[in-house]
């Protein structure tokens, strides 16, 4: 079954596609990437047998970038917390980039808050990139509304990491936190509790978001370091 899906990718490849993703995931093999654009994936997720759901989710590693996507938008579609728990830790030491990192959503989660937060605390310890991503990312986008807890950016702020990937995802949070919690996280900032490059670029993040009002830009430029 596995070999049949790759056959429907590969059926559905273009090549200007692949070559435009190809720049924005250089850190992954070229030949990789076929050119499969989301909407079809998204189709073709949707269209699977229960059956061929679990032989292709089973065989992990993946060849191709888009069979990464695939199992992406598959875990999305599940309905089952303890479903997507378990494809989670089974995928995520595997997601090697930050699009498939990024294609992870699966919404049936905001259901369960706490579940998740547990997981998530989980996830964020790690020392894969993408695991780490894939936390951070969870609790900015579930996490900085009716869910949040002042205790959420304080985990957030403990991940220190080298890794572009992760503190771009740190930077991004942050700045959208400053957009919904300005009160509880511009102390993050105050005091200098995130490293110098995720301090500045949060900064230049929300400077550029249109969330952020005139007087609170103004204040966050006297902030750089």
Known sequence: MPQIIREKLLSMAEED?????RKLIPNIDAAAIIGVRVPKLRTLAKSLSDNEIKAFLS???HKLHEENMLHALIINNMKSPEAIFSAL????PFVDNWAVCDSLRPSALKKYPEELVFQLRRHISSEHTYTVRFAVE???????D???DPEYPAMVATVKSDDYYVNMMLSWYFATALAKRWDEVICYLQLRRLSPWVHNKT???AIESYRISDWQKAYLKTLRI
């Open 59 to 61: 065989e992990l590693p």
């Open 17 to 21: 596609y692949a070559q435009f993703n």
């Open 203 to 205: 900064i230049q993040k």
């Open 138 to 144: 969870m609790l900015m986008v579930y996490f900085l």
């Open 146 to 148: 009716g869910y949040f």
């Open 89 to 92: 830790d089974a995928f995520l």
